[in-house]
């Protein structure tokens, strides 16, 4: 299985971007898939989740700003990004909890990470 992220750029403070990521491989099952971001001397922290069953949650720090969505038949999670500030500037990463068949326990899997700078 492989997650291959893509999206990101460079784009002025009060911009948008929409951010993709795509699995593909040996997928039976997708449970919850999710962005996480990392900037330069930080921690990688959690910015939105989104359950197999559509229900969401975000960090504060983008409440309102940004929107997790998904594509179950394509295997996709978008991230809709409005109103960026410069500290959203960090490399974004997707994650999903995969299953290669009915017998298997889910994996979570990272993509290659997608950098997002925001100028001011």
């Known amino acids: 299985v492989q997650l291959q992220a893509s999206g990101g750029g460079l784009v002025q403070s009060g911009g948008s971007l929409r951010l993709s990521c795509v699995a593909s491989?040996?997928?039976?099952?997708?449970?919850?898939m999710a962005w996480y971001r990392q900037a330069p001397g930080k921690e990688r922290e959690l910015v939105a989740i989104?359950?197999?069953?559509?229900?969401?949650n975000y960090a504060d720090s983008v409440k309102g700003r940004f929107t997790i969505s998904r594509d179950n038949a394509k295997n996709t999670v978008y991230l809709q990004m409005l109103s960026l500030k410069p500290e959203d500037t960090a490399v974004y990463y997707c994650?999903?909890?995969?299953?290669?068949?009915?017998?298997?326990?889910?994996?979570?899997?990272w993509g290659q990470g997608t950098q997002v700078t925001v100028s001011s």
């Open positions: 491989g040996n997928i039976f099952s997708t449970r919850a």
């Open positions: 994650n999903a909890d995969i299953s290669g068949s009915f017998f298997e326990r889910y994996t979570t899997y």
């Open positions: 989104i359950t197999s069953g559509g229900r969401t």
